[in-house]
């Protein structure tokens, strides 16, 4: 009988027992129920986020292709626009252009007018310089230009610079004592230059080319730039080139020296400057940019006279002209390092 207590006893304690644990499991099993259910909620608001965005996202998109396709058109409108004041501001410079031209040519036929009956009240000595090197053909015409001169005060010094044509007797023919020739070992136009200025004897200097023809009245703008202009030491004119478009063309630019540093501004015959100056000097390395040399040495340190006067007439059909030759480069770069203008 004890026994069957005991058993019974036992039995009633492990049922507990079982109840206890299976309490415990149930509420194991309702938090991890609550659990899932938090995460289940969280995860739906997650999935709901991202809808949001996904939705956000595609309106970006819609809202980006907008406005790269307004973008777009705003870029070809101002490529048009662009276009169309790129065009306006070429007409504009050619307007420009124009009408400076207008200004210098009516400048140059009221001064021309003005000087030709003029009584200069100074009369300097002008030394002209004209180098040649076998020109026998064109050189007696660029000096009947000099004895055409209305003004008579000039010396001319022709620099033969080795001739193998007939030029010796061209110049050996020469009667005008006012006239001076020399003969040098041939070296190049900046040579023969700076031989006749080492013999001039002229207040001034001008010079001419022997292709070129000199303006009648050329010398006498000269007495009356340096006359009446006692603090210029350098003046520069108009000249007029034979055959632009078919046409003649008349050249006056106006000074600074920003310009002369990226370009020539006058010929060599429309230069002029006062005797003895040291930097009137050819850079005898220089095959064709010795004239513009020249003109930014001369204005260093002070401007030029620009003078409303036809100084020549520039030809540009002789042959074996220097002008834009194979050495042009490589001289334009070095007077613009020499002169502080970067090539």
């Not at 995860?43 to 970006?60: F, I, P, S």
């Not at 009584?119 to 004895?147: F, M, Q, Y």
């Not at 030029?304 to 002789?318: D, E, H, N, R």
Request: hydrophobic share 45%; charged share 30%.
């Amino acid at each position: 009988m004890k026994r069957l207590r005991r058993t019974v006893a036992a039995a009633v304690d492990r049922r507990h027992e079982d109840s206890d644990l299976i309490a415990e499991l149930r509420s194991v099993v309702a938090a991890q129920a609550a659990e899932l259910e938090r995460l289940r909620a969280k995860l739906e608001h997650h999935n709901a986020w991202l809808e949001d965005h996904d939705r956000a996202l595609r309106d970006g998109d819609a809202r980006t292709t907008t406005v790269e396709a307004k973008q777009e058109a705003i870029g070809s409108r101002q490529e048009a626009l662009d276009g169309w004041l790129g065009g306006h501001d070429t007409a504009f410079e050619g307007l420009h252009l124009r009408a400076g031209r207008l200004e210098a040519a009516r400048a140059v036929q009221t001064f021309t007018q003005w000087l030709e009956p003029l009584e200069l009240a100074a009369t300097p000595k002008i030394s002209v310089v004209l180098p040649t090197h076998d020109r026998a053909g064109l050189l007696p015409r660029a000096i009947e230009s000099v004895l055409a001169q209305r003004y008579e005060n000039w010396e001319l010094i022709v620099v033969d610079d080795a001739s193998s044509d007939a030029t010796p007797k061209v110049l050996a023919a020469l009667e005008d004592p006012r006239i001076r020739t020399i003969r040098v070992a041939h070296n190049r136009v900046s040579a023969a230059r700076n031989a006749a200025l080492a013999v001039a004897t002229g207040d001034a200097v001008a010079y001419l080319d022997d292709d070129n023809t000199m303006h009648p009245l050329w010398l006498k703008a000269l007495a009356w730039a340096f006359g009446e202009h006692p603090e210029i030491t350098v003046a520069y004119g108009a000249y007029v080139i034979d055959d632009v478009e078919g046409l003649p063309e008349l050249l006056l630019k106006p000074y600074s020296r920003e310009a002369l540093l990226k370009e020539n501004l006058a010929d060599t015959g429309a230069v002029a400057h006062r005797a003895g100056l040291t930097e009137a000097r050819f850079d005898e390395s220089l095959v064709e940019m010795d004239d513009w040399d020249l003109l930014l040495s001369l204005t260093a340190d002070r401007d030029p006279l620009v003078v409303p006067a036809i100084s020549c007439f520039y030809s540009t059909a002789a042959p074996d002209r220097l002008s834009h030759g194979p050495s042009h480069d490589a001289d334009s770069a070095a007077v613009r390092r020499r002169h502080g203008e970067s090539p």
